[in-house]
């Protein structure tokens, strides 16, 4: 069983900044794609950030500008840098990764949170004015 553990989440004032972490450090195979997904109460989860195996990304227009996923120098690491956030903004946060998948895959805007097999607990992001 895969755990993966999230961290960074809490309450900030409308263009203020925070980061997430996600990692599975037992985990003894690299993960081809990562990435973060949120979710509102009686909405569907959107992916908004994936980054493959090599370090390249992919952003949902919503956070486009604003965010950036990078890797860390731990095995299945990664970080969520959030700037400029906006009320909108306001989810929980899931960690989700792929075992095995094509690099263009990762990288479009195909992937649906069915697509991925390993999640994190969710970390709440609240943005207030």
């Known amino acids: 069983q895969v755990q993966m553990v999230e961290s960074g989440g809490g309450s900030v004032q409308t263009g203020g900044s925070l980061r997430l972490s996600c990692g599975a450090p037992?985990?003894?195979?690299?993960?081809?794609?990562m990435g973060w997904f949120r979710q509102v109460p009686g909405e569907e989860r959107e992916g908004i950030a994936r980054?493959?195996?090599?370090?390249?990304?992919f952003y949902a227009d919503s956070v486009k500008g604003r965010f950036t996923l990078s890797k860390g120098d731990a095995k299945n690491t990664i970080y969520l840098q959030m700037n400029s956030l906006k009320s909108e903004d306001t989810a929980m946060y899931y960690c989700?990764?792929?075992?095995?998948?094509?690099?263009?895959?990762?990288?479009?805007?195909?992937?649906?949170?069915?697509?991925?097999?390993?999640w994190g607990p969710g970390t709440q992001v609240t943005v207030s004015s």
């Open positions: 989700a990764a792929v075992l095995t998948s094509f690099t263009s895959w990762c990288l479009s805007p195909s992937p649906e949170s069915d697509d991925f097999s390993y």
């Open positions: 980054i493959t195996r090599e370090g390249s990304t």
């Open positions: 037992r985990y003894s195979h690299d993960f081809s794609c």
